[in-house]
């Protein structure tokens, strides 16, 4: 249960969103990171596999024709979050919604990103995406049903205002050969909504272990706009010890047949 809150929404959040897709026939996954598979040389898909029977999810990135010196992408994507939302839907230990409240509903949200990235230095790529996202709720959704958590908050505000935008930028590069690194900035916006603005930057470091597997290691720092006030917080936080905890994780890569 604890792994499924730190991962509710967070799929994508130490990711390195570019525009370049894998390989054909390539995948990689994570303990934490979604399965990534190369359908073509110009289109990719990608899951969570741990969420995906709690909230099914899907993404696709299609690449596009270059501008200038800029690759470019599409992805599309959607979750169906109810299923996880009903199990936080109790009281007492991780109950993070009331019973007492109206039943969750069924929730389909859907996202469309436009991905540019070019190359600065040799081996140094930067990254740019703006996005629209859209949430439908096929039934009334209870106002007080919000889980006022860093992230969470403002992916699942797309549910109470109905839509959502957003833009980030990623800078990638080599430290050593078998050292990269990692650094980001984006903004979730929500216009209108109670709590209509978050901040989010992340560092992470890649280390390659060999040639299929590679170690994570960073930080997310989150400023937000909430109901009760802004807040500012480095992630991972276990609320438990009430700190911050390096983010760690083990991606492995391979080539299907």
Not at 61 to 79: L, M, V
Not at 169 to 192: C, E, F, M, Q, S
């Amino acid at each position: 249960m604890i792994i499924l809150i730190g991962q509710l929404f967070s799929a994508q959040h130490w990711a390195h969103h570019s525009a370049f897709s894998l390989p054909e026939k390539r995948w990689d996954i994570g303990i934490f990171q979604p399965f990534r598979f190369g359908v073509s040389e110009r289109m990719e898909y990608s899951i969570h596999p741990l969420l995906f029977s709690v909230m099914p999810n899907l993404s696709i990135k299609i690449s596009k024709k270059n501008i200038g010196n800029w690759a470019t992408a599409s992805r599309y994507g959607g979750f169906y979050p109810t299923p996880l939302l009903n199990m936080l839907t109790h009281k007492g230990q991780f109950g993070m919604i009331s019973p007492d409240l109206e039943p969750i509903p069924r929730l389909l949200g859907l996202y469309t990103d436009l991905l540019m990235t070019r190359a600065l230095f040799t081996s140094t790529y930067l990254s740019i995406k703006t996005g629209l996202s859209l949430g439908l709720s096929f039934s009334g959704l209870d106002q007080r049903t919000t889980i006022d958590l860093p992230l969470v908050y403002h992916r699942l505000g797309i549910f109470y205002n109905k839509w959502a935008i957003r833009f980030g930028a990623d800078l990638a590069g080599n430290i050593t050969k078998k050292l990269r690194y990692l650094v980001d900035a984006d903004a979730h916006i929500l216009p209108g909504f109670n709590g209509d603005l978050s901040l989010e930057h992340k560092g992470v470091l890649f280390w390659e272990i060999n040639e299929h597997l590679q170690l994570l290691c960073g930080y997310k720092f989150v400023w937000a706009r909430f109901p009760f006030g802004s807040q500012a917080r480095i992630l991972p936080y276990i609320p438990i010890i009430e700190t911050w905890v390096p983010f760690i994780d083990l991606q492995w890569s391979g080539t299907g047949k």
